[in-house]
């Protein structure tokens, strides 16, 4: 099974969170989101990919986060999903 989710989709999700930011090109380049865009970021990331961030994995992402620990983050939990009866 191939990921979820890639870090390119990632990076345009982030793109539209926000427009006028800079583009993330490296995946292990660090970035924050204010709480509305974290908010808006982890709708998206449900809506699209059917996994649910909650309070917890959302405030990982508040002091800082990469779009390679993202992508990790969320194909291993799309896999749990899968996984659970």
């Known amino acids: 099974m191939g990921p979820l989710v890639t870090g390119a989709e990632l990076a345009d999700l982030l793109a539209e969170a926000v427009p006028d930011g800079p583009r ?3 995946p292990e380049t660090p970035f924050t989101l204010d709480s509305l865009r974290l908010t ?3 709708h998206v990331v449900h809506q699209r990919y059917g ?3 909650d ?3 959302a405030m990982r992402f ?3 986060t990469t779009i390679s620990e993202l992508v ?3 194909n291993d ?3 749990g999903h899968e996984a659970s009866p």
Request: net charge negative; charged share 35%; aromatic share 10%.
């Open 24 to 26: 993330i090109a490296d």
């Open 40 to 42: 808006w970021f982890c």
């Open 51 to 53: 996994v649910s961030l």
């Open 55 to 57: 309070d917890d994995d």
């Open 62 to 64: 508040e002091g800082g």
């Open 72 to 74: 990790d983050l969320i």
């Open 77 to 79: 939990m799309a896999r």
